[in-house]
């Protein structure tokens, strides 16, 4: 029981930190892109390339790792994943919708999707490994 509290925990701070994460006029493209060109130097069409591969591989970072701190506080149950990522989605939207009152900042719904299939990605990478964990017997060695 007292696990499932901190992974409810780790679930809120997630979710605050990508507020604060969004909040900032510091994560928007402008900003990103004047940070990679003052460290390559490179056309602006490849800075815009890599400054857009950055931003969508945070989206997919942070939306990743909650739906995965998601199905950990919601416990071994058969809706767990579906749950896990329905919320995370859910968040996402959310996350757009408040970024329409952030200053420098565009909601968009791409992002939404791209919320959602890095949360689903991550899902299934989880699934994935704990599955090879649990064929090889490393989760029953860790107690896990």
Sequence with gaps: MQKRWICWIAV???????FC?????AATSTS????IRS????????IHKIDFGVRKAAHVTLFGVLAVLLYTAIGERKVAAVTAW????????????HQMFAPGRTPSVTDVGIDSAGALAALILFYLLRLIASRSGLLRRQGL
């Design 39 to 46: 460290e390559i130097q490179a056309k602006p069409a490849t």
């Design 86 to 97: 329905i919320g995370a989605t859910l968040y996402g939207a959310t996350d757009e919708i």
């Design 12 to 18: 809120i701070l997630w979710c605050v930190m990508i």
């Design 32 to 35: 990103t892109s004047s940070v």
């Design 21 to 25: 994460i969004t909040s900032s006029p």
